[in-house]
């Protein structure tokens, strides 16, 4: 149902915008198939409990931003370490975990409407 939504929602872009349609449609497969097997969700759901109520408060989401920022930054300069630790090693498998850039985007969107 969803993806038939959000097809009728894409319907009108211009062809180069519809590529967000085969992630939404494979996001739309693996949910569906966790839900068929019960393997989704030990992760998942805890982490975004946690995240709503972080983005809930405006200030909370800061200190999160900020500490966050500082532990990938840290963990970007141990690849190793970053290659290991549960929740991240198969991504970190296959590919580098970037540094942070310095500025994040709320600073500089800050600073661009505020001159």
Known sequence: MGILIVRRLLRGLPGEDRHPTVLVHLRVKVTKLEHETGSGGR???PVMAVSRIVMSHPQLY????????WQLRWLARRPMLARV?????GWTAVRELPEPEAETFRDWWRGRTNP
């Open 85 to 89: 630790l549960p929740g991240i090693s």
């Open 43 to 45: 992760i998942e759901r």
């Open 62 to 69: 800061r200190v999160a931003q900020r500490i966050i920022r």
